[in-house]
């Protein structure tokens, strides 16, 4: 039994190592490339974030370079090329919804990343254990859909300063309606590759 206590402390100090390791790595900034506007919010998975981002440096550092290059605030919605890459930021005026009129959304194949420019975007980010399958993943748009339990789900808010990163672990809903007077964003989203 003290041998197993012994192994479950060795490992619980390796994680919180890691887990610090992931965030020193975040704080000392390898992956800005310039952008230095915003930070991952903290739902954000950074060890995902930290071996995403190694196993794809170019498409990371060519996002973050256009973020930081970029009038965020200026640049029409709609859809621009991000140069170098097969990636398109997506500009999006829009507002919030009640929760009832949003769908539920994880992805295989793509990481959404999400940042807020303007406004207050509401997020949930639902829990694995009280979620069932709603409708089977499309391979051709990569989405699957959930049934889920809102009282067992993750709402936040995001607002700029932050940024979001939904990797396919992360079954999520955007553009959750919050308790602001103003429900009106300006977000821009990017789908990543994701790399096995």
């Known amino acids: 039994m003290r041998k197993l206590l012994t192994i479950l402390l060795i490992l619980a100090g390796t994680l919180s190592l890691n887990a610090q390791n992931y965030k020193k790595w975040v704080c000392e900034g390898e992956w800005r490339n310039g952008f230095s506007e915003a930070k991952p919010d903290k739902h954000v998975n950074l060890e995902e974030f930290y071996n995403q981002y190694h196993k794809n440096k170019a498409q990371w550092d060519a996002l973050f370079k256009w973020l930081a290059e970029t009038d ?17 930021a997506s500009v999006e005026d829009s507002e919030n919804q009640p929760l009832e009129k949003r769908n ?17 975007e509401g997020f949930a980010l639902l829990d694995h ?22 009282k067992k789900t993750d709402f936040f808010n995001s607002k700029p ?24 964003i300006r977000v821009i989203v990017v789908k990543v590759d994701y790399v096995e």
């Open 104 to 120: 539920t959304e994880s992805h295989r194949k793509k990481i959404d990343f999400q940042y807020v420019v303007k406004g207050t």
């Open 72 to 88: 965020l605030l200026a640049i029409p919605k709609g859809k621009h090329p991000i140069e170098g890459t097969t990636m398109v």
């Open 129 to 150: 254990t009280s979620s069932t399958v709603k409708v089977e993943y499309d391979e051709k748009k990569d989405v699957m859909r959930y049934n889920y339990d809102a």
């Open 161 to 184: 300063g932050r940024f979001i990163i939904f990797f396919p672990g992360d079954w999520h809903i955007a553009k959750v309606k919050t308790k602001k007077k103003d429900q009106s």
